[in-house]
């Protein structure tokens, strides 16, 4: 009898997570504009907004003392942060008016020349790079360090950042949302309060945007509370990355398809590899593989370790050393999985929450950026004299922007790309060929997403390299290499069933990159502090909700 992860849902209920106001009416917190998510989608907000704000006198008042805050888990903008990053700078561009330059941003440089390689094993294959993976007049980033920017930025315009601050509860009453209710801090592994214990607090807004990015908590809570969710269900993939200091510098883009994936439609193993050049002295290099596949022992954070043995990988390696790693998942199901709307009553949902990633071109900061400034406006719009943003439609106007906007466009170019893979390599690139020539025209309809918990799972067999320390390294030394500051005594905020088949255990064990989950004779152990919150169990039939907020990596290269 096969297994498959949706059979063993995880302890959680979207229920537990909403809830009305609890504290005093005169210890609530009230801002005007209330932002999760300390992101490109949160930050593009709340720096759109400062711009409005200072054109009208009038609007500032209406916000009040605070007119715009937001709210970061991370122990400050950019610490939670995971990208590749090869940056197309449209939405800045737009965000910033000319009042900043891309020579301001901390960028590494625009990108020179590319490269896609077909591997296997111990040759690389040079192919021609297929149009949506073309970068010319991009800009090579850490988003950790360009978002770390953008907090500044966003500070000077005047927004409030709350880092170390976890939005836990969504405030909803009659129908509307009020903003939301933050998580404690200092409680102790059963959940008893420690002598430093913090209380959350409700705060309240006129409008809340959510820009939580892949996997978002409340994103979730609120797609299931007002019925949101797209035609198609959300699917994901796993993105796991290192950045190498290095001796000479790599002066292109290089991605590569084929090994150390395997191409059989039985396994449904899609991905692939990015390598950038970070300046003069430093690369980064990551493994992106969908979490639809079905190999009980894959583990996207080996097929890292393994792709730098292959020998054009290996070669630039040669003499480096590792600095940087982290994990994090990326929504891939497309335009057919974006919400029905992007706004309830208070309410947006912006960037990579709902969704908006081109996974051919495995680009989302642009869309990210341009989402955020398109919901600060439409916040805005929905707060003018005589109108309220909880009426029903109110904030419509956000969705109207973003369907005119090029974040539509491009989604829908590319609506069946993801799905064509779902049925192996070669007839996937088959039919993405053909989706690529016809803008998307080809296929007439939508092909349909299988959830990712929903595919069944089985073992192969298949070994990795042992990890030597220089060139391949282990789980818990890249955990350590992420900064993570998770207390080992921290409430468990990883909602699974410890009880399940062996296949199952098997599978979290090797699928979660920061080695939290143990596989032992029909259970699992799990190590909640080393997690490094990159969604994957979520994915594949558990639950991830917001540790306690200031946990987690430390991200500063990624
Ligand atoms: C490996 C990898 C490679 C990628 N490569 C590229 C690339 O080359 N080019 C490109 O354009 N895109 C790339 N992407 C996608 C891109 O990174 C995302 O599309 C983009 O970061 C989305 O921005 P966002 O603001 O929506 O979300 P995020 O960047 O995820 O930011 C969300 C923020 O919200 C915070 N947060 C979440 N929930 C809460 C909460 N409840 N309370 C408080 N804070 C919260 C998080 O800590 C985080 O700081 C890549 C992604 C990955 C993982
Ligand atoms: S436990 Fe944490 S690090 Fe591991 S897969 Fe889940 S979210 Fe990712």
Redesign the pocket.
């Known amino acids: 009898m096969s297994v498959t992860p949706a059979d063993y849902p995880p302890p959680f209920s979207a229920r537990e997570f909403v809830a009305e106001p609890t504290d005093p009416p005169d210890e609530r917190i009230e801002v005007g504009i209330l932002i999760?998510?300390?992101?490109?989608?949160?930050l593009a907000c709340a720096i759109r907004l400062g711009q409005l704000v200072q054109e009208s006198r009038e609007l500032g008042e209406r916000l009040g003392d605070v007119p715009v805050a937001v709210?970061?888990?991370?122990q400050q903008?950019?610490?939670?942060?995971?990208?590749?990053?090869?940056?197309?700078p449209r939405g800045l561009r737009r965000l910033f008016q000319g009042q900043k330059g891309i020579e301001d941003m901390p960028f590494y440089g625009e990108v020179e020349a590319e490269s896609v390689y077909f591997l296997r094993a111990k040759t690389a294959l040079r192919i021609p790079t297929p149009p949506t993976m073309k970068n010319h007049g991009n800009y090579v980033a850490s988003?950790s360090q360009l978002?770390r920017w953008l907090g500044e930025q966003a500070e000077e315009a005047g927004a409030t950042v709350l880092p170390e601050?976890?939005?836990?509860r969504l405030l909803v009453k009659d129908g509307r949302v009020l903003g939301v209710r933050t998580g404690d801090k200092g409680r102790g592994r059963n959940g008893e309060p420690l002598p430093n214990f913090e209380p959350g607090s409700d705060i309240l807004a006129r409008v809340t945007i959510l820009?939580?990015?892949?996997q978002?908590?409340?994103t979730g809570i609120a797609l299931d509370t007002f019925g949101l969710e797209g035609e198609s269900p959300q699917v994901w993939a796993l993105?796991?990355?290192e950045v190498w200091k290095v001796e000479r510098p790599l002066r292109r883009v290089v991605h590569t398809m084929g090994w150390p994936l395997r191409a059989g439609a039985k396994y449904r193993e899609f991905g692939g590899s990015?390598i950038?050049p970070m300046g003069k002295d430093m690369l980064t290099l990551?493994m992106?593989v969908g979490l639809d596949y079905r190999d009980a022992e894959l583990s996207v954070h080996d097929l890292l370790q393994e792709l730098k043995t292959n020998p054009l990988v290996r070669r630039m390696l040669e003499g480096g050393e590792r600095v940087g790693w982290g994990a994090?998942?990326?929504p891939e199901g497309g335009f057919v999985a974006l919400p029905r709307r992007l706004h309830a009553p208070g309410l947006l949902l912006?960037?990579?929450?709902a969704g908006?990633?081109n996974v051919p071109a495995?680009?989302?900061?642009?869309?990210?950026v341009e989402s955020?400034r398109l919901a600060a406006e439409a916040a805005v719009e929905a707060l003018r004299p005589g109108r309220t943003p909880w009426a029903p439609g109110a904030l419509g106007t956000y969705d109207e922007a973003v369907r005119q906007s090029f974040i539509w466009s491009d989604l829908k170019a590319v609506r069946n790309m993801r799905q064509a893979f779902g049925r192996g390599f070669y007839l996937g690139g088959m039919l993405a060929g053909a989706m690529t020539a016809s803008r998307g025209a080809f296929p007439p309809g939508n092909m349909d997403t299988e959830r990712d918990a929903e595919q069944p799972i089985f073992r192969t067999g298949r070994g990795s390299p042992a990890p030597g320390g220089k060139l391949t390294f282990d789980k818990l030394s890249s955990v350590y290499l992420s900064g993570n500051r998770t207390r080992d005594d921290a409430p468990n905020h990883l909602r699974v069933r410890t009880r399940v088949p062996s296949e199952l255990a098997l599978m979290w064990e090797h699928m979660c990159p920061a080695q939290v989950y143990e596989a032992s004779d029909g259970s699992v152990e799990v190590t909640p502090s080393n997690c490094v919150?990159c969604g994957a169990i979520t994915a594949k039939g558990g639950r991830l909700t917001?540790p306690e907020?200031g946990s987690g990596p430390e991200y500063t290269l990624t």
């Open positions: 999760v998510g300390a992101g490109p989608a949160g709210l970061e888990k991370g903008p950019g610490s939670h942060i995971v990208s590749g990053a090869v940056v197309n988003l978002v601050t976890t939005a836990e820009c939580e990015g892949t978002g908590h409340l993105g796991v990355k990015f950038y990551g992106v994090k998942t990326i912006c960037g990579d929450g908006m990633v495995l680009k989302g900061v642009h869309y990210a955020g919150q917001p907020g």
